[in-house]
């Protein structure tokens, strides 16, 4: 059978499931705005509840399938993990810079008008806050929804899980250093909260939960059964959950899209431009030269293209505002996100011919 025909009908057509779920979420806030307001407000340090319990049913069924044998193994092959680190904290943060002043600061600067009062009193330019939103989100590695990129590119979900593991703890380090830096910022507070509690829910909880099940499944009933039965009725939650997951982040942020439509498009473009230029000197440079097989070559390059998206809301929150520029920034790599690595996965498929070899 090939790869084509094993995919589920929730996987061959995620990516009009997903436009489908993005319009319908936007609709939904229009409609109904005092429910996805109420819905939002059930966070903790930033972190929405709804949408912990939707990653949450998302990761487990990935986590489950995980031969964790495999995780220890993927642990001693250090050149994907080198390259993911490099990626994500010594070129992009800078490329993400460079890419949201030139666009937003210098191309589209005359269709960006205005100014805004910060949480502070100060008084800044719109496309400056806007620049700011971007830093944070570039300097922000995704820790949750690779794991997602991974398994529909059919990568090496156990070295996606150690390169999650890493990545989380380097966030804790360089996230306030590289922030503060990049935004000139003398004292950036950082999220640890936020980071600690998402990071728990979206990864090491599914982990946990996924490494008992499995353990406890294979030895009542036996490892086929575990392969043939309850994963075949389990792999459609974790599309459905990332499904629900769209609804609920753009009902929360409907309002401000169909706001801002304009503002939307010249805040994307550099966002775009940034996550292809990242996944793309990952999958077709680095993994070349490092000799990478496929299926560590998919995940290394899509962990330094994905951001974590709350973590970054959170920091501008604090630090700008929630209604700052900043923050709509940051919505807007919300709004790109899935899309352009559903495209990056099917991209990584199509050129696999290139790690044959390998």
Request: hydrophobic letters at 55%; one cysteine or more.
């Amino acid at each position: 059978m090939s790869e084509e025909k094993s995919l589920n009908l929730f996987e061959k057509y995620l990516t009009l499931w997903v436009l489908l779920c993005i319009a319908a979420g936007i609709f939904l806030g229009k409609i109904a705005p005092g429910v996805a307001t109420q819905l939002d407000a059930m966070s903790l340090y930033n972190v929405s509840i709804p949408i912990a319990i939707c990653l949450f049913f998302m990761m487990y069924p990935i986590m489950v399938k995980i031969d964790f044998g495999k995780v220890v193994k993927a642990a001693k092959t250090p050149k994907p993990v080198g390259m993911t680190l490099f990626l994500n904290w010594a070129i992009k943060p800078f490329t993400m810079y460079l890419f949201a002043y030139l666009f937003l600061g210098v191309i589209f600067r005359k269709f960006i008008p205005g100014t805004e009062i910060l949480k502070n009193g100060q008084e800044v330019e719109l496309w400056r806050s806007y620049v700011s939103g971007a830093i944070l989100l570039g300097i922000a590695p995704c820790t949750a929804m690779v794991l997602m990129w991974s398994y529909l590119a059919r990568g090496n979900d156990g070295l996606t899980l150690v390169m999650v593991a890493i990545n989380s703890l380097t966030m804790l380090v360089l996230y306030a250093p590289l922030g503060g830096f990049l935004l000139g910022v003398n004292s950036m507070p950082i999220p640890w909260r936020t980071i600690l509690f998402s990071v728990g829910t979206y990864v090491a909880l599914p982990l946990v939960a996924g490494y008992f099940s499995r353990k406890w499944l294979i030895k009542k009933k036996g490892l086929e059964w575990f392969n043939e039965k309850f994963i075949h009725y389990l792999t459609p939650i974790s599309t459905v959950a990332l499904l629900a997951t769209l609804i609920l982040l753009f009902s929360f942020k409907g309002e401000i899209i169909v706001r801002n439509p304009l503002t939307i498009f010249w805040i994307a473009v550099p966002l775009f431009i940034q996550t292809i230029f990242i996944y793309s000197l990952g999958y077709f440079v680095f993994s070349r030269v490092l000799n990478l097989r496929y299926e560590d070559a998919a995940p290394a390059s899509m962990i330094g293209a994905s951001n974590h998206f709350e973590v970054a809301i959170a920091t501008t929150t604090m630090l700008f505002g929630l209604a700052s520029g900043a923050a709509l920034a940051t919505v807007v790599g919300v709004l790109i996100e899935v899309p352009v690595m559903l495209m990056l996965v099917s991209i990584s498929k199509r050129f696999k011919y290139l790690f044959e070899n390998n």
